[in-house]
C-alpha cells in the first residue's frame, strides 16, 4: 500500500474480508453493541463460540464475512453464512453490528448489498435473518433493502432471543 491509499483509508470507510488479525477488534465491535442495545447475553450472538474465532469460523462456513475500517479503525462488521436446518439456497445475514460512529453513513446498506452479491455467487437464493424488536433501526434498514417479515423462525441459529425474523428472495 502506498502513501496516497493510506491516506484514503484513514479518511474514508474501507470494507474488506476479515482477516485473522481483526478477531479481536470485531469481537468487542459485536459486544460492545449487544450491551448497548441490552441484548442478552445468552440465547443471542454475545453468547457465539465463534465470536472470538470469526476469521477462522468463516475460513469453514459457506459464507464470507467483512469489517469495516473508518479513520484506521475497525468499526463494523457483518457476514452470511449457511444457516443449520435449512434448506441449502437459505444463507444467514450473521452478526451485523457497527459502533455508534460508523452508523448513518450507508456502510449497513453496502455491507449487505456485498453479502447478497456473495451468496448469489455460492447459490443462495434466500438469506434470512434474526434481530430484536428494539433495534428499530437495524430492522428500516433490513426492510429498505428488501427483507420481509415472517411469522416463525429458520433454521437452528441458537438465538432463541431473537423473536423478530425477516427474509430476502433474491
Known sequence: MNLASSTLTKN??????IQEQDNAAIASVIRT???????PKVGSAYADPSL????QHYQQDQGKY???????ELVAG??????PGAPAEVCELQKMYMLPQARGLGLGQQ????????????AYSQCYLET????RAAQSLYQKMGFTYIDQPMGNTGHNACPVWMLLKF
Open 12 to 17: 474514508f470507510p474501507l470494507i474488506r474480508e
Open 33 to 39: 453493541v449487544l450491551i448497548e442495545m441490552e441484548v
Open 52 to 55: 472470538d474465532y470469526m476469521y
Open 66 to 72: 467483512y469489517v469495516v475500517e473508518l479513520n484506521g
Open 78 to 83: 457483518g457476514g452470511f453464512g449457511s444457516l
Open 111 to 122: 455491507l449487505i448489498q456485498r453479502c447478497i452479491a456473495d451468496a448469489k455467487t455460492m
Open 132 to 135: 430484536l424488536p428494539n433495534m
